[in-house]
């Protein structure tokens, strides 16, 4: 594997925490969630999502929560193929208001898809939710309702974020730096 360092703390667990309950707070004022279903996007959003979670009975929002996993990358950190859903939710999401929550939008395949797989599936509303953006590496049409931190085109890991499978129990957010 080509040799690389995460050294450069690009956002701190305080600055996290911070922002995540922001977020949740955003989430509650910010559209219908009668029948709400949080659905996360595994693997990399299962931190974001607990941490956001826990800040929802707080602000009146009863979700049920599900996953999926959809699958883009191979082993480095360009994608190698379209993103596919290979283990849907389960929850019925007939007439649902679904909040899609994933780690990062990069180029914008991966949310585009997940979003019209869930309003496949009967959900009355979709939003979407990221705790990181990409915005100069989108491909494909595609923003996010909420966004935790807009970043520059950075490969990062941490959070839930991987390199090639590691690094996802880092607390915070660190940047790869690929040294040869
Ligand atoms: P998209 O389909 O290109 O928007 O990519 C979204 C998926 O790519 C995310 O759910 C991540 O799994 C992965 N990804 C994109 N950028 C990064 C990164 O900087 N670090 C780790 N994973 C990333
Ligand atoms: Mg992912």
Redo the contacts with the bound molecule.
């Keep these: 594997m080509t040799a690389y360092h995460i050294n450069d703390i690009l956002i701190t667990p305080m600055e996290l925490a911070l922002r995540v309950d922001e977020l949740a707070r955003e989430i509650a004022a910010g559209g219908p969630s009668e029948n709400l279903a949080v659905i996360g ?1 595994l693997r ?1 959003s299962f931190i974001f999502l607990a941490d956001l979670v826990r800040w929802f009975d707080h602000n009146g929002l009863r979700p049920r929560i599900d996953f999926m996993i959809m699958e ?2 191979g082993k480095g ?1 360009a ?1 190698v193929r379209e ?1 596919v859903v290979t283990r849907d939710c389960s929850i019925d999401l007939t007439g649902a208001d679904v909040v899609v929550v ?10 585009q898809k997940a979003v019209a797989h869930l309003q496949a599936k009967g959900a009355r509303s979709v939003r979407t939710c990221v705790l990181l953006d ?1 915005p100069s ?1 989108r ?1 494909v049409p595609c923003q996010a309702d909420y966004v935790g931190f807009a970043i520059d085109d ?4 941490g959070y839930g ?3 090639a499978g590691y690094h996802r129990e880092l607390p915070h957010i660190a940047k790869v730096t690929f040294t040869e």
Excluded: A
């Design positions: 996007i990399g883009s990358y950190t994608p993103p994933d780690d990062i939008l990069d180029t914008g395949r991966t949310l990409k590496r491909v950075h490969f990062v890991v974020l991987d390199y």
